[in-house]
């Protein structure tokens, strides 16, 4: 049973920066491509951020290009997002997806199963 939980929201204030983890299991790590999303209250879930199997090509959306660093061990099953910078508007809960088997990683229909998410909060 694939299972992928993420670590290191919290609180954090406009300027200041966190950094998320997801810890995978269940799954052939290496195969997959990994990436990052997030729903803020009333909104739909975006795609934030993705990586390829090799951690060679890395995707990110408009909103947090310059700002958020995804990135992968694959000897410890985990993935990173290292976020610089934040807005209030980065407000939400962010959630740790797998792609699909043969997967780039570079669109949101990529991923197929996500985490239960963590909550990101940050004050103006």
């Known amino acids: 049973q694939v299972q992928l939980v993420e670590s290191g929201g919290g609180l954090v204030q406009a300027g200041g920066s966190l950094r998320l983890s997801c810890a995978a299991s269940?799954?052939?790590?290496?195969?997959?491509?990994m990436g990052w999303f997030r729903q803020a209250p009333g909104k739909e879930r975006e795609f934030v951020a993705g990586?390829?199997?090799?951690?060679?090509?890395?995707y990110y959306s408009d909103s947090v290009k310059g700002r958020f660093t995804i990135s992968r061990d694959n000897a410890k099953n985990a993935i990173y997002l290292q976020m610089n910078s934040l807005r209030p508007e980065d407000t939400a809960i962010y959630y740790c997806?797998?792609?699909?088997?043969?997967?780039?990683?570079?669109?949101?229909?990529?991923?197929?199963?996500w985490g239960q998410g963590t909550q990101v909060t940050v004050s103006s």
């Open positions: 997806a797998r792609g699909a088997l043969g997967s780039s990683g570079r669109l949101s229909q990529d991923y197929n199963q």
């Open positions: 269940g799954l052939i790590f290496s195969l997959h491509a």
């Open positions: 990586i390829s199997r090799s951690a060679g090509s890395t």
